[in-house]
């Protein structure tokens, strides 16, 4: 199977730059995943689409404002450095730029000395080591000193920093926005629950890996990148008694779908569990936690559109892009949404 079976044309006008101003009033495009076909609606039907008994699952990460911009000592010379890995000891694993002024031994500094740094060492692919000095509570001086690490492709300047996180965000840790689930407004999901459907959480905290191109040509050669995730007991109950009678198991975004696969057993069922999962899906692979999938539209020839290839079949996938590029749909993290059943 080769990479460039997952490219679709894309004109550049369609990848959306900004959020649109109501979250649930995006698109939604429908897609049966048996019959191959389509329909066209609004993020808010999804409520009519769910059926009493079903579980909507949610990955309640939430983005670290994760891009620092500051100077490297004493040169003053500017450097931005974007946390990928909380490796403990004030020590993150980071991306930098420019990548080779920050050798071992570059001391850095962010928000007029607020946050000190030192490079401790180069890893492999290019990363850095970086050990941090600070006073007080490390989150709180990313919130007053730390940028929201958009995704290469945007562009225009985010006015709200709370519109690349989801309504239901509450664990920190993401490189990345969990996208899927920006088109959800609080009022949304409290009437989607008052129509019997259930609501469950996992954390999978999104690494910049989900932004890295696949760069063989055989997609069986591509090395997934790690990220932590966490199933606890709360949802696991959710998630076996909706197996149990009968209901669908909805997951919202393909971070949530690789959680619950990455810790699925054979039979279905779920158990409380968290770790490292490399999960790579992609056609051939065999599902066993989800029954349906709410998606955003993503990037040609990546992971991302191969695990969706996987679940609704490759044809089908690439014939619904086509229909949604002719359709003038908003593409990619800030764009519309697909609804896979």
């Known amino acids: ?18 959020p649109i101003e109501k979250r649930d009033s995006s698109r939604l495009l ?35 404002p994760a891009r620092l911009l500051g100077v490297r000592d004493p040169s003053g010379g ?68 730390g940028n929201m690490p958009l995704p290469p492709y945007i562009k225009e300047r985010l006015e709200d920093p709370e519109r690349y996180q989801t ?13 899927a689930g920006l088109h959800f407004t609080k009022e ?43 199933i606890p007991k709360e949802t696991v109950d959710i998630l076996n008694e909706t197996r149990k009678n009968g209901g669908r198991i909805v997951a919202v975004g393909t971070t949530t779908c690789r959680t619950l696969e990455s810790f699925v057993n054979e039979d279905g069922s779920f158990i409380e569990r968290s770790g490292w999962t490399d999960i790579f899906i992609y056609p051939g692979y065999r599902f066993k936690a989800i029954d349906a999938l709410v998606t955003n539209f993503h990037l ?14 490759k044809e089908n996938t690439l014939a619904a892009y086509d229909e949604a590029v002719q359709e003038r749909y908003r593409f990619f993290s800030f764009g519309d949404a697909m609804f896979i059943s």
């Not at 946390?83 to 002024?101: H, N, S, V």
């Not at 309504?167 to 996208?179: D, F, M, Q």
């Open 188 to 230: 949304m999901l409290s009437r989607i629950e008052q129509s019997g459907v259930k609501l469950a959480y996992v954390t999978l905290h999104v690494g910049i890996g989900t932004f890295r191109p696949v760069k063989v040509d055989d997609v069986n050669e591509h090395k997934m990148h790690s990220e932590y995730c966490v």
């Open 78 to 145: 500017h450097v931005e450095v974007l946390l990928l890995r909380d490796m403990g000891d004030k020590c993150w694993e980071c991306m930098t730029k420019p990548g080779r002024k920050t050798q071992p031994g570059q001391k850095l500094s962010f928000g007029d000395g607020q946050l000190k740094a030192e490079v401790v060492e180069s890893l492999d692919g290019g990363n850095k080591l970086i050990r941090f000095e600070y006073d007080g509570i490390f989150l709180e001086v990313l919130e007053r000193l």
């Open 30 to 64: 429908t897609l049966n995943r048996v019959t191959g076909k389509t329909g066209h609606h609004h993020f808010y039907e999804l409520i009519d689409m769910l059926k009493p008994g079903d579980c909507l699952v949610m990955n309640n990460s939430r983005v670290l």
């Open 300 to 313: 040609p020839e990546s992971t991302l559109i191969m695990l969706v290839s996987a679940f609704a079949g």
């Open 1 to 18: 199977m080769k990479t460039s079976d997952f490219y679709y044309d894309l004109p550049q006008e369609l990848i959306a730059q900004t």
């Open 167 to 179: 309504v239901y965000s509450k664990e920190v840790g993401s490189a990345a926005a969990p996208t």
